[in-house]
């Protein structure tokens, strides 16, 4: 649905509001000017619906049209008219009008037809300043004359209205202004309706994450919403303790937690994109944006790992670079504590550790094999195992051996590190004996200072200016 405007307040006027049917709403109303065969102009209220075309005399309906009635739609480029074309079956002249705010009414008619019948609507662009000649007039109609100009239609891609129109109505589903909200986490009394939605940035099987505004300070942050029906495996208490007290240099800090009846709703920062992105942006990270992430990901799992702590879905887009280009590690959707781990994995199928697949324990080391998984995908722009159909995808990375593509040039040690992580065996995976200290002591962050590391000391490698707010 599109916002409505209601420049003439027609939806005061119950005169005409009772005449719209149940699943009707307005679109539009605006001041116009009719042209009629003689070009004389007179005043006219436009009302546009999701179902017809209205047109005024002050409070009077002088036309009535069913939008499915338009044919197309006849432009000048050389002032501001344009014509309404119609179906033969409507008895009564075309529309010939004229308004300075010409785009935005065709805007609002080709969309609002497009929602209606899933098809575009043909407009002709012409030279002429005046239409007369391309108006088909009721006494013209039996004889059916067609006046569309003889040139090429132009056709808006009616695909992302609808892509739009159906974003809406995810959002409205996920999140409604009215429901009664209840804060379990956060340092001002905001309610859930102090943050208006912008746009849906991604859909999980379980979640939907979202971008917001505080419409009290303006700032953007991110939400993530969960069903109560879909998260019963989710420890809220222990995820929101986690959160409130893991002030980590590398982790996304929860900000907010809302609960509504049916939903949870974590509000966190707005950060400068995700991996994914980036790497979708690159094609290949260089060696210098390698060993930066590298570095500052094992700080992290080190630290969580200590707290006994297993993230559980380390993908490339859980992994954000923040305002300052340090990454800020975000979803702990799967977290669980490393001792309660018999409880069902869900995650990506391509980062999935061979033990997940097996059916055992997911521990420490499986973290360790998606950190393989990661970097050999930022590496090489793509993961070592993967394929459409899941299934093959679990085969290749139960039963196929790493391979490093011989034309991309990576550092010799990163690749040792790269098969040590993504050894299918986890009792010889590396980490699996010493936790996260081996992979530290490992010959590829032979140079590193840990102590800066985790100061976030480091200057982060150059990474190209034009990041998008995903």
Not at 13 to 29: C, G, H, M, Y
Not at 78 to 84: D, G, R, T
Not at 132 to 138: E, F, G, L, N, S
Not at 160 to 171: A, Q, R, T, V
């Amino acid at each position: 649905m599109l916002n409505n405007f209601d420049e003439l307040h027609i939806l005061r006027l119950p005169k005409i509001v009772n005449t719209f049917a149940k699943d009707e709403f307005l679109q539009l109303s605006m001041k116009v000017s009719k042209i009629n065969e003689y070009g004389n102009k007179h005043t006219r209220y436009f009302v546009l619906t999701n179902k017809k075309i209205l047109l005024l005399n002050k409070s009077t309906i002088r036309r009535k049209v069913l939008l499915s009635f338009i044919i197309g739609i006849t432009i000048s480029s050389k002032s501001f008219e344009f014509i309404l074309h119609f179906k033969n079956e409507y008895d009564d002249d075309d529309l010939r009008l004229q308004t300075e705010s010409r785009s935005r009414l065709i805007e609002f008619i080709v969309k609002t037809y497009a929602l209606e019948f899933h098809i575009p609507l043909a407009s002709y662009q012409v030279q002429d300043l005046n239409l007369k000649k391309y108006v088909v007039y009721k006494q013209d109609r039996n004889k059916h004359i067609c006046k569309l100009p003889n040139i090429k239609p132009n056709y808006l891609n009616y695909k992302p209205i609808m892509e739009e129109h159906e974003n809406s109505l995810k959002m409205q589903q996920i999140y409604q202004q009215d429901t009664e909200s209840k804060l379990l986490f956060g340092e001002f009394l905001l309610q859930l309706r102090d943050f208006e939605l912008k746009k849906i940035l991604c859909e999980g099987s379980i979640s939907q994450i979202v971008q917001i505004m505080n419409t009290k300070t303006h700032t953007y942050h991110i939400m993530k919403c969960i069903s109560k029906e879909d998260c019963g495996w989710l420890n809220l208490n222990e995820f929101v303790t986690f959160e409130k007290y893991s002030h980590h240099p590398f982790l996304i800090p929860l900000e907010y937690c809302f609960e509504t009846f049916n939903k949870y709703y974590f509000i966190m920062p707005q950060a400068k994109c995700d991996l994914y992105k980036k790497l979708d942006e690159l094609k290949k990270f260089d060696q210098k944006q390698l060993l930066f992430i590298a570095q500052e990901m094992v700080v992290v799992l080190g630290d969580l790992h200590n707290k006994q702590i297993v993230h559980g879905d380390l993908t490339l887009e859980n992994i954000l670079l923040d305002q300052g280009y340090h990454i800020a590690l975000c979803d702990f959707g799967y977290l669980r504590r490393a001792l309660k781990s018999k409880d069902q994995f869900y995650g990506v199928a391509e980062y999935t550790p061979p033990e997940t697949i097996q059916n055992k324990d997911y521990q420490y080391y499986s973290d360790y094999w998606q950190l393989g998984i990661i970097l050999y995908e930022m590496a090489y722009g793509h993961p070592p195992f993967i394929d459409y159909d899941q299934n093959l995808t679990f085969d290749y990375i139960l039963n196929c051996q790493l391979e490093f593509p011989v034309p991309i040039e990576v550092d010799p040690q990163l690749k040792d590190l790269l098969s040590k992580l993504l050894c299918k065996e986890p009792t010889k995976r590396i980490g699996y004996q010493m936790g996260i200290s081996e992979i530290q002591e490992h010959e590829y962050f032979k140079n590193t200072n840990w102590k800066q590391v985790y100061d976030r000391q480091l200057q982060p490698p150059e990474f190209e200016k034009k990041l998008k707010l995903f």
